[in-house]
């Protein structure tokens, strides 16, 4: 089973319910958005994706790797982006590379040549040497995307990566991430609450108050579902 599998994922905390019965897939070559407001359960599904809290009811599949039965092989086909900055702004983009490199077991020239070829693609190459807390908010999102992508993931998600860059940016590491899912075959996974950031060929999965109610490519479901009205609280779920 390729790409990334969730299925019947419910998780409380305490006696709040977070996610309550979460099944959906992003398969390879695939955008996946997950759409949905504040409090629908995004970050709490991404946690249990990255393995940050235990799956207790439901399976986290990542290219058939069951993340909490085998999670060293279902972690080493996953590249990540957290809503939170994740960078030591002290070091060098190099050196930020390099560090996050050697956790997965990289070194020496093939380290760097990979380095490389992730800020080669992102038109960033002339920023290794800077320390990371020069760069603008865009470029320190698409250094830690180039991060995520060092091991050569299958699978990349992604959570809220653009929050707080203006739409320019925001619009430049959409089209790139895009571009990734297209180009090389990633599959990947993308929570936003921004219906800008997703286009109409993209998979799509809405997610309100920890429950999926809708799945499908997202230019037929922008016909069944008022997203203006869902996000206002008056959903209105396809027959």
């Known amino acids: 089973?390729?790409?990334?599998?969730?299925?019947?994922?419910?998780?409380?905390?305490?006696?709040?319910?977070?996610?309550?019965?979460?099944?959906?897939?992003?398969?390879?070559?695939?955008?996946?958005?997950?759409l949905?407001?504040?409090?629908?359960?995004?970050?709490?599904?991404?946690?249990?994706?990255s393995g940050l809290i235990a799956t207790r009811r439901g399976r986290v599949l990542i290219e058939g790797f069951d993340i909490a039965t085998n999670p060293r092989a279902a972690l080493s086909r996953l590249g990540i982006v957290f809503q939170a900055q994740t960078l030591d702004l002290d070091l060098t983009?190099?050196?930020?590379?390099?560090?996050?490199?050697?956790?997965?077991?990289?070194?020496?020239?093939e380290l760097d040549q990979r380095i490389d070829a992730a800020m080669d693609?992102?038109?960033?190459?002339?920023?290794?040497?800077e320390r990371a807390a020069e760069l603008n908010g865009g470029h320190r999102r698409r250094m830690e995307i180039a991060r995520a992508l060092l091991h050569r993931p299958s699978v990349l998600v992604l959570d809220e990566p653009t929050v707080g860059l203006d739409v320019a940016s925001r619009m430049a590491i959409t089209r790139h991430v895009h571009d990734l899912a297209a180009d090389?075959?990633?599959?990947?996974?993308?929570?936003?609450?921004?219906?800008?950031?997703?286009?109409?060929?993209?998979?799509?999965?809405?997610?309100?108050?920890g429950r999926v109610l809708a799945a499908g490519q997202a230019g037929a479901l922008r016909g069944q579902v008022l997203l203006n009205d869902w996000f206002l609280g008056q959903t209105r779920v396809p027959a």
């Open 1 to 34: 089973m390729s790409g990334l599998n969730i299925a019947d994922v419910s998780f409380n905390y305490g006696a709040k319910r977070a996610l309550d019965g979460v099944s959906l897939t992003a398969g390879p070559g695939r955008f996946t958005a997950l």
């Open 36 to 49: 949905g407001p504040n409090g629908a359960g995004k970050s709490t599904l991404f946690a249990l994706i």
């Open 93 to 109: 983009v190099r050196h930020n590379l390099r560090y996050f490199g050697a956790l997965h077991g990289m070194s020496g020239k």
């Open 121 to 129: 693609r992102l038109d960033m190459r002339d920023r290794l040497g």
């Open 184 to 209: 090389e075959g990633l599959a990947v996974f993308w929570a936003t609450h921004l219906v800008d950031e997703i286009s109409d060929g993209d998979d799509l999965v809405l997610l309100h108050k």
